[in-house]
T-cell receptor
Framework: EAQVTQNPRYLITVTGKKLTVTCSQN?????MSWYRQDPGLGLRQIYY???????DKGDVPEGYKVSRKEKRNFPLILESPSPNQTSLYFC???????????FGPGTRLTVL | GENVEQHPSTLSVQEGDSAVIKCTYS??????FPWYKQELGKRPQLIID?????GEKKDQRIAVTLNKTAKHFSLHITETQPEDSAVYFC????????????FGAGTILRVKS
């Protein structure tokens, strides 16, 4: 089944404790992206990657890191999480930019 | 940069009525305009999309119209049903940045039965 997976689905952590949210797609898509969703603000892009080893900042990249060492994986790293990073996070992939994006199931992160 | 504004933020309609959600974009080079539906607790899923070489596209009860001159596009849902209740997001591509999608803030649609 073609899909985008994310782990974990739910995470409660404390300020400053490094964490990684994994994202994987099995559709051989070149383009992958991370979004955060907050009430009233829609989906804001954190980082995106147009292909392996190519990553670029989105609209809200501060406090986040990403890597794209393999085509299928695009992990999101929070080196030192803070409470303002409490949010719902979605990973998405598409064949290329400007095409249908397929979203993962979401990760709900709470930083205390 | 690209900016997408979406209105209204909430919309309540009676079952069977039509619903219209409107979006405007700022970059005249944008060429891809998808609409996503997000049910409560679920991920966004594409319901319809349109490219800049087409003015209108229809899929059963859902249609999207695009006015390139005015830089706005709209989602039309006819004969609404309770299962249409969800958050709807419009988006526009931004060619300058690899056609990344810029999303509107979303519209909460409530269909009252």
């Amino acid at each position: 089944e073609a899909q985008v997976t994310q782990n974990p689905r739910y995470l409660i952590t404390v300020t400053g404790k490094k964490l990684t949210v994994t994202c994987s797609q099995n559709m051989n898509h070149e383009y992958m992206s991370w979004y955060r969703q907050d009430p009233g603000l829609g989906l804001r892009q954190i980082y995106y990657s147009m292909n392996v080893e190519v990553t670029d900042k989105g609209d809200v990249p501060e406090g986040y890191k990403v890597s794209r060492k393999e085509k299928r994986n695009f992990p999101l790293i929070l080196e030192s999480p803070s409470p303002n990073q409490t949010s719902l996070y979605f990973c998405a992939s598409s064949q290329t930019g400007g095409n249908e994006q397929f979203f993962g199931p979401g990760t709900r992160l709470t930083v205390l | 940069g690209e900016n997408v504004e979406q209105h209204p933020s909430t919309l309540s309609v009676q079952e069977g009525d039509s619903a219209v959600i409107k979006c405007t974009y700022s970059d005249s080079a944008s060429n891809y305009f998808p609409w996503y539906k997000q049910e409560l607790g679920k991920r966004p899923q594409l319901i319809i999309d349109i490219r800049s070489n087409v003015g209108e596209k229809k899929d059963q009860r859902i249609a999207v119209t695009l006015n390139k001159t005015a830089k706005h596009f709209s989602l039309h849902i006819t004969e609404t049903q309770p299962e249409d209740s969800a958050v709807y997001f419009c988006a526009a591509s931004w060619p300058e940045y690899g056609n990344k999608l810029v999303f509107g803030a979303g519209t909460i649609l409530r269909v009252k039965s």
